[in-house]
Structure formats: structure tokens, C-alpha cells
């Protein structure tokens, strides 16, 4: 079992920038792929980056150019780092992590098996 926690969420001006970070902790032994997602009012989540545990890192076309993504395997900490945020960005972002090999890559989030309970990122206009 693996617990993730996001933090850094908030309210931001449009053009600002945030940076989220999700702890994980349990089995956290055996580093695999890690990754983000999003989930907007009334919007299907989407997959919006991934890193694999060999650096391999994928984004999805909505963040590219603007968002970032990192680990510390050190500290079993992810990051994400958005920056030129836009209204269209707000939504609940989610940190996930998979339990052993798998596709890793936004359009695949949901091959990751662990989630946490997300972190609200609001973008004023």
C-alpha cells in the first residue's frame, strides 16, 4: 500500500504560478511511475504529466510548455510546478502513484492504482 498527501494548492491571479507537492509514504521501497491529474466541474478527469522511474517524463498537450514535473525519490516527493496558470487550469488535482510496472504516461493516469484525496488550484481571470 502506498498513502499519498498533495499540498500547495490555492487561489491564484491568472498568469501566476503554484507549485503542488505529494508526500508518499507505506511501500514506497520499489520506486515506479508517478503522475497528475486533474479534475475540473463538470470535466472527466485527464492525465496531465507523468514521470516514470527511470526519468522517462510525459505531459499532456493542455500543460505542455507550462507545467513541470520532478521527484525526489530521496523523499518520496513529487512536484509539480505550473507556471502561466490559466481559469481553464482550475480544478482538483490529484498526485498518483502505481504499485509495481505499468504504462506510464498522461493518457494513461488511470493505470496508476494509487491516488491521493487531491488539492483544489483555483486561477482568477
Known amino acids: 500500500q502506498v498513502q499519498l498527501v498533495e499540498s500547495g494548492g490555492g487561489s491564484v491571479q491568472s498568469g501566476g504560478s503554484l507549485r503542488l507537492s505529494c508526500t508518499a509514504s507505506?511501500?514506497?521501497?520499489?520506486?515506479?511511475?508517478m503522475g497528475w491529474s486533474r479534475q475540473a466541474p463538470g470535466k472527466e478527469r485527464e492525465g496531465i504529466a507523468t514521470?516514470?522511474?527511470?526519468?522517462?517524463?510525459s505531459y499532456a498537450d493542455s500543460v505542455k510548455g507550462r507545467f513541470t514535473i520532478s521527484r525526489d525519490n530521496a523523499k518520496n516527493t513529487l512536484f509539480l510546478q505550473m507556471n502561466s496558470l490559466k481559469p481553464d487550469d482550475t480544478a482538483v488535482y490529484y498526485c498518483?502513484?502505481?504499485?509495481?510496472?505499468?504504462?506510464?504516461?498522461?493518457?494513461?493516469?488511470?493505470?496508476?492504482?494509487?491516488w491521493g484525496r487531491g488539492t483544489q488550484v483555483t486561477v482568477d481571470s
Open positions: 507505506g511501500n514506497t521501497g520499489r520506486r515506479y511511475c
Open positions: 498518483g502513484a502505481a504499485g509495481g510496472p505499468s504504462r506510464c504516461d498522461p493518457g494513461g493516469y488511470y493505470a496508476l492504482g494509487y
Open positions: 514521470i516514470d522511474s527511470d526519468g522517462t517524463i
